[in-house]
């Protein structure tokens, strides 16, 4: 479960900051090109970013037996925090950062709406760190040196399903630690 949100972590720092949709040719599908393209118009500073994910609600249907006592109440309220670099290089060209953390996690983008500073944006993927494909949606407001967001995530394999809603916040912290 730790990889899910930390993955989805990544990839929702480097999505968190354009200012346009991704399907410019409205075809309905999403392509890497696309999504580049909005990538690379981000404003983002570079320097430390501290990222925090909150697991606010879990859901989980068909756990296998065994499973321990109390699991599920144990995620809820859970929080994690990273620390990532953000280069100059990747402050300018922060798209190549998103299709790393993207092929990492073999996503379909759905949906990439980054206007306004809002986003709004849905994924599948598959290859998260748990059996079976998962379905996020993330919403939130956005700017050069942080965001907040809510991400829904649902999907499952093998009978169990699993529906997880999570809090993200992410801020430049300051310059990037030596070395």
């Known amino acids: 479960m730790k990889k899910i949100v930390l993955s989805v972590a990544a990839v929702t720092l480097m999505a968190g900051c ?8 409205g075809d309905g599908n999403i392509s890497a ?3 580049a393209k909005v990538m690379n118009e981000v404003t983002l500073e570079p320097g430390e970013w501290e990222n925090t994910v909150e697991i606010v609600d879990v859901q989980i249907e068909g756990l296998p037996e065994g499973a ?14 990273t620390k990532t670099c953000v280069t100059e290089e990747q402050a300018k060209n922060p798209g190549a950062e998103f299709f790393a953390a993207q092929e990492q996690t073999d996503c379909k983008i759905k949906k990439f709406d980054m206007s306004g500073g809002a986003i709004d944006s849905e994924m599948s993927c598959s290859n998260v760190g748990a059996p079976g494909d998962m379905n996020m949606a993330m919403t939130g407001q956005y700017g050069p040196s942080s965001y907040e967001m809510t991400m ?3 999907g499952g394999a093998g009978g169990m399903k699993m529906n997880i809603t999570a809090k993200n916040n992410g801020k430049r912290i300051g310059k990037c630690p030596a070395g």
């Open 33 to 35: 090109d696309e999504v």
């Open 18 to 25: 354009s200012s346009n949709k991704a399907d410019a040719d």
């Open 68 to 81: 321990p006592a109390g699991m599920i109440d144990g995620m809820k309220g859970r929080k994690t925090v």
């Open 152 to 154: 829904t995530m649902d």
